[in-house]
């Protein structure tokens, strides 16, 4: 079965920083793309950052970029998400989602998410 | 990187069809034939429903139908069933390794 466990998420101030893992099961991982979403308490969806199967290519929504790092370790099969200087309206329910291919296409199997909470 | 434009909630009769549009721009939906469409109940995870702009994930029922002119993209639902309840969002493709969501809509079933 194909499996994605997201973790991580806390309570974390604003300014600082912390570190979303997702651990990828039932398939192979570095076949695809991946991604991360998150979705703030009552709102929509939001795409966060991605990243192609070698790390070659990677991109950043305009809102994170220069403050979170997407990066994979093929070998562990997992995802990470370093956020660092955090901010109250970054508060969301982080989902971690693989593609289907190497390169984007579409977002195929999505994790249960990991709730990060920024506040003072 | 704005927002795909969904409106903010469409309802139907059991029985009946909607369609939900997402327009975007000639960088996002007009320039790919890549499109998504996501169906989320609450306190779910988002499931694909309409890939590439019109194809369906094995499971997914058949009243359940994607369409795109220009940059304009529309889900359509027929039949519509109290199950289809939920908040339906798209997504584009939009260059290098970026997706862009829409705003999200929420379908009632009357």
């Known amino acids: 079965e194909v499996q994605l466990v997201e973790s991580g998420g806390g309570l974390v101030q604003p300014g600082r920083s912390l570190r979303l893992s997702c651990a990828a099961s039932g398939f192979t991982f570095d076949d695809y793309a991946m991604h991360w979403v998150r979705q703030a308490p009552g709102k929509g969806l939001e795409w966060v950052s991605g990243?192609?199967?070698?790390?070659?290519?990677?991109d950043y929504a305009d809102s994170v970029k220069g403050r979170f790092t997407i990066s994979r370790d093929n070998a562990k099969k997992s995802l990470y998400l370093k956020m660092n200087s955090l901010r109250v309206e970054d508060s969301a329910l982080y989902f971690c989602?693989?593609?289907?291919?190497?390169?984007?296409?579409?977002?195929?199997?999505w994790g249960k998410g990991t709730m990060v909470t920024v506040s003072s | 990187q704005s927002a795909l434009t969904q409106p903010a909630s469409v309802s139907g009769s059991p029985g009946q069809s909607i369609t939900i549009s997402c327009t975007g721009t000639s960088s996002d939906v007009g320039s790919y034939n890549l499109v998504s469409w996501y169906q989320q109940h609450p306190g779910k995870v988002p499931k694909l429903m309409i890939y590439e702009g019109r194809k369906r994930p094995s499971g997914v029922s058949n009243r359940f139908s994607g369409s795109k002119s220009g940059n304009t993209a529309s889900l359509t639902i027929s039949g519509l069933q109290a199950e289809d309840e939920a908040d339906y969002y798209c997504?584009?493709?939009?260059?290098?390794?970026?997706?862009?969501f829409g705003t999200g809509t929420k379908v009632t079933v009357l």
């Open positions: 997504c584009s493709y939009a260059g290098n390794i970026l997706y862009v």
């Open positions: 989602a693989k593609d289907t291919g190497r390169l984007p296409y579409y977002m195929d199997v």
């Open positions: 990243i192609s199967w070698n790390s070659a290519t990677i």
